[in-house]
């Protein structure tokens, strides 16, 4: 069995067919997905704050993306595996974005890489290509600019903004992106971008209208703890079944149910 490609994405959008895309952190997590037939699977930075611990993207490594990636990667079999780029690792140069996708193609074995930004990444995103590398873009709310941001705005708002929503998803296309996020843009943006690019949108809080949608798993799944944006339906509430699950564990523990007679050697 092979896995998805540009290719069959590219195909998707011709048909008019919608996909769907989630992150994954771990090998387990990904054979998963990967068995419920998701073609696309992100090794997002947003490991950072759902994965490892941290408040933003900000802190995450090119080391621990490569580690992450390559588990995602030996957990699966079928799902295209598109691994991010993390802050710092390719806004230096083109020459700098190129060391560190390679690194993720080589070492870890994904099959793309996504980076954040329009026209301002553009030339990496054209270096990139040139070399082999599908790239995902990354334009709206791009999460690594957080404290320039100040929080996680609605981007696109007004004319100018979605102006430059437009410009900046042409930008990632003429590069040669064979796709590109929407992150918190307002549908009817969201719905003219995909219908003005040949390249196949991918959605967060893009509304209905994308060519495809994504959503980190923990929220899709209901692992987060608290609230999750506006943006997320929760398809399952597993944070409260592990966490009754590890309950009931200590409570057989503490009372002697656990372990019975079937499971013990003799
Ligand atoms: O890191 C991530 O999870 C992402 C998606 C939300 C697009 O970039
Ligand atoms: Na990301």
């Keep these: 069995n092979r896995r998805v490609t540009v290719r069959d994405l590219a195909a998707a959008k011709q048909r008019g067919e919608k996909w769907a895309m989630l992150t ?18 992100l090794v997002g930075d947003s490991a950072g704050n759902c994965h490892l611990g941290y408040e933003t993207t900000v802190p995450v490594t090119m080391d621990q993306m490569v580690m992450l990636s390559a588990a995602v990667v030996r957990g699966t079999r079928r799902s295209m595996i598109v691994a991010d780029l993390p802050f710092g690792s390719y806004q230096e140069s083109p ?16 099959g793309a890489v996504k980076l954040e930004g329009g026209e301002r990444s553009a030339r990496s995103i054209e270096l990139l ?5 599908p790239v995902m873009a990354h334009i709206g709310l791009t999460p690594q600019s957080v404290h320039a941001f100040g929080g996680y705005p609605v981007q696109g708002r007004g004319d100018e903004a ?5 410009r900046d998803a042409k930008a990632v296309q003429q590069a040669g ?36 949608q994504v959503l980190v798993w923990t ?6 703890a608290g609230r999750v944006p506006k943006f997320v339906k929760q398809y399952a509430n597993l944070r ?21 007679e079937e499971h013990s050697f003799h």
Excluded at 95 to 110: F, I, P, S, T
């Design 129 to 133: 290509v040139e070399a082999g590398i």
């Design 162 to 166: 979605a102006h430059q929503l437009l």
């Design 24 to 41: 994954a952190y771990d090998a387990l997590t990904a054979g998963v997905f990967d068995e419920a037939g998701i073609p696309v699977l």
């Design 95 to 110: 020459a700098q974005a190129m060391h560190n996708a390679a690194r993720l193609m080589k070492d870890a074995g994904v």
């Design 240 to 260: 409260a079944v592990l966490g009754d699950a590890a309950r009931e564990f200590a409570e057989d523990v503490r009372g002697g149910a656990f372990p019975a």
């Design 219 to 224: 929220d899709m799944a209901g692992m987060t």
């Design 177 to 212: 992106a064979f796709a590109v996020v929407l992150e918190a843009v307002p549908a009817e943006l969201a719905a003219q971008v995909t219908e003005q690019l040949a390249i196949p949108t991918v959605g967060i809080g893009g509304g209905p209208d994308t060519d495809a």
